[in-house]
């Protein structure tokens, strides 16, 4: 059996645990619940999709890897338990494309309900937002569907990068009772412990302008939120851009994102041993 062909059973495994498991439509449920209100409670309904987005943003920082922890958390440490793991290697499956399958087939899960929340709020703008916000408008500088399709990719590459994070985070631990408590605190690491090391440095004098635009893009929140202001927001107030640098961003993105699974391949490959 081609190595291909093993993820891809694994992945196939990992949708169908999923799609049996209640408290992942009950989640969903409540996010949609969660962003519908806050996008009618903050008039973003009635007033267009960059109003939604600001009112999204902040709520969706702290929502986002809320969830990436409840999906996550116990994937790997469950099927450590229950010896699952020590029996797939024995069948020559590898710690990559194990802990490669269990991520994709959790970041569906994480975009379904993400993106499912964030494209209920879209139509709910498309249908109540009022005639003269040019709610159908696509030129730049004008409020479009487009611009809130780039805020749910967005949102849904912070959502990865986290769940990436906490794969990791469960990895470490040799337990499901404490993978609670070690993806917590290494998710309060990474967002909060993050932003406070930049801010110390900003007050130090340690980063300037240019290097704070980097230290921005390299933090998951502030990289997020530097691309939703740049890419989404900003084009709204044409050269009052420069927050942050979208393509240092993308990369900050991309690597909390392979750099955690990398670490977590290899760190479940010496636990086998």
């Known amino acids: ?14 949708l169908r645990t999923a799609a049996r498991t209640r408290s992942y439509y009950l989640l969903g449920l409540a996010v949609g619940a969660v962003l519908l209100g806050l996008t009618l409670g903050g008039g973003g309904a009635a007033t267009g999709y960059i109003p939604a987005v600001v009112d999204l943003l902040l709520p969706l920082e702290i929502l986002v890897p809320v969830v990436a922890v409840a999906i996550g958390y116990r994937a790997i440490p469950s ?44 139509v709910v703008v498309a249908v109540t937002a009022a ?21 749910l990719v967005v949102t849904l590459l912070f959502g990865n990068a986290i769940l990436a994070v ?75 851009s420069g927050y942050a640098s979208p393509l240092v961003s993308a990369v900050g993105l991309l690597l909390w994102t392979l750099v955690p699974l990398a670490a977590a391949a290899g760190l479940l490959r010496w636990r086998l041993r």
């Open 166 to 240: 906490v794969v990791l985070a469960s990895v470490v631990v040799a337990t499901t009772r404490t993978a609670i408590v070690a993806v917590i605190a290494a998710v309060l690491a990474v967002v909060v412990g993050g932003e406070a090391a930049i801010l110390l440095g900003v007050l130090d004098g340690v980063l300037d302008e240019a290097t704070l635009q980097v230290a921005l893009g390299l933090i998951p929140n502030s990289a997020y939120r530097g691309i939703v202001f740049e890419t989404v927001v900003g084009v709204l107030s044409a050269g009052e």
């Open 79 to 122: 099927d450590l338990d229950r010896g699952e793991v020590a029996m797939l290697d024995t069948y020559a499956v590898s710690p990559s494309a194990y802990v490669g399958a269990v991520y994709v087939g959790r970041a569906a899960v994480l975009s379904a309900i993400i993106g499912g929340a964030l494209v209920a709020v879209g």
């Open 1 to 14: 059996m081609s190595p291909l062909a093993i993820m891809s059973t694994l992945i196939d495994r990992e």
């Open 131 to 151: 005639p003269d916000t040019g709610v159908f408008a696509t030129q730049s500088g004008v409020d479009s569907p487009i611009l809130f399709g780039r805020f």
